[in-house]
């Protein structure tokens, strides 16, 4: 099984591509998905939660994720703390994922991590994709969401590796700037090159992973 890291900026189509993967037969795994999870009422991260950012949890026993926004947006500092609950979990949900894959005799796992590189969880995938668009399309796509605001959107894109970077590192790019189809193709492309006996991944942590797949 070959597991291909999707990656990308907000408002770059990210989980567009993890749909166009899916739509291929790749087994996929959402990192937002699995936070919806563990903030769900007796989500595992519930209670550390409430504990660190004390009224943010709903009547309703989950993580009023609103509340814990609103709570990190006047106090940035905050990140580093709910992150160091959080990634650890979400790295678990994402293990199982792929040992559930892996028994099933998936050929592909697609993992959707918006962080990859920051968090470094790129050595644990054979494969980088990044999903791309011009920055005005982003910036575009980002403010059309409901309550989403300038200052809020650049205090995202201070957290994220630039998007430029992230390209640079990346074993293929995705352009999602123009239209489903054209997405659809390289996502095509990708797999073949994937399938393609011999090929190999230019990060030196997929070449050591694909060699042990290969053994």
């Known amino acids: 099984m070959i597991i291909i890291g999707l990656t990308g900026s907000i408002g770059m189509g990210k989980s567009t591509t993890l749909r166009l993967f899916e739509d291929e037969g790749c087994s996929v795994w959402d990192a937002d998905a699995a936070v919806h999870r563990l903030y769900a009422p007796g989500g595992r991260a519930v209670a550390r939660v409430e504990v660190l950012f004390p009224g943010t949890t709903s009547l309703k026993g989950g993580v009023d994720r609103s509340l814990l926004a609103d709570r990190l947006r006047a106090d940035p500092s905050g990140f580093p703390t709910l992150e160091a609950v959080v990634h650890p979990l979400v790295r678990e949900d994402r293990q199982a994922f792929l040992a559930t894959a892996q028994k099933a005799g998936s050929t592909f796992a697609v993992v959707d991590v918006p962080l990859l590189f920051e968090t470094g969880a790129e050595t644990e995938v054979d494969v980088v994709v990044v999903a791309s668009a011009p920055a005005d399309v982003q910036r575009r796509r980002v403010l059309d969401r409901p309550g989403m605001t300038v200052a809020r959107f650049e205090q ?22 123009r239209s489903i189809a054209v997405a659809r193709d390289q996502v095509r492309v990708i797999l073949e090159t994937l399938s393609t006996p011999g090929w190999l991944p230019k990060r030196s942590s997929g070449l050591h992973r694909r060699s042990e797949r290969s053994e």
């Open 156 to 177: 995202i894109l201070a957290r994220q590796m630039p998007d430029a970077d992230k390209r640079s590192q990346a074993d293929f790019v995705v352009d999602t700037g």
